[in-house]
Each structure stands twice: as C-alpha cells, then as structure tokens.
C-alpha cells in the first residue's frame, strides 16, 4: 500500500515563502506520477500542481518538482497570498491510470494578510 507523508506547512505572512515536501513510500508501479492538491475553507478540492501543469491561481508563483528516483515530490511557494490558505495534500498514481489513487493526510497552510 502507498503511503504518502507531507511536510513543510505553517504560518506565514503574505509575500512569504513556503516549500512543501512529500516523500511516497510502499510504491510498487512501474512510474508514480505525483500531485499536490489543495482545499480550502467551502471549496472542494483542487488541483494545484502537477508534472503538466499549475492551476490558474498558482502560476507564476508556485513550482512543482518530483524526483521519481525517490519518489518525492515538492511545492515550492513564493508570494504567498490569504487565498492560497488551505490544507495541501500530495497525491499519488500509476501514470498509467487517470486517477489519483493514493492520498497524503495533508499539511496547513495559513497565509495572513
């Protein structure tokens, strides 16, 4: 069974920085292909990065990196903003499949105005 375990939220400002880690263990396809999604307060939860691409909201400030020889994955923050508070998750699949099947328990983040 895959397990994913992130780290790396907290408090900041607006403006700061945070950088995300997840770290997948158990993983036993051929390619795992990662994600991080996001939920925030009311709203279901959303994409926010990937290998193919960042949501609307994020681009320009947040990078995705996934080293797949140690199946890690990493979000790296800058010019945070209120709106981008919310719990992060990491996210997991067979790149075969369309569906992420495996689910980190998420980190917080909180960005203050």
């Known amino acids: 069974q895959v397990q994913l375990v992130e780290s790396g939220g907290g408090s900041v400002e607006t403006g700061e920085s945070l950088r995300l880690s997840c770290i997948a263990s158990g993983v036993t396809w051929g390619r795992a292909c990662m994600a991080w999604f996001r939920q925030t307060p009311g709203m279901a939860r959303e994409l926010v990065a990937a290998?193919?691409g960042y949501a609307d909201s994020v681009k320009g400030r947040f990078t995705f990196s996934q080293v797949i020889t140690d199946n890690a994955a990493y979000l790296e923050m800058n010019n945070l903003k209120p709106e981008d508070t919310g719990i992060y998750y990491c996210?997991?699949?067979?790149?075969?499949?369309?569906?992420?099947?495996?689910w980190g328990r998420g980190t917080q983040v909180t960005v203050s105005s």
């Open positions: 996210a997991a699949k067979d790149c075969k499949e369309n569906d992420y099947t495996a």
């Open positions: 290998v193919d």
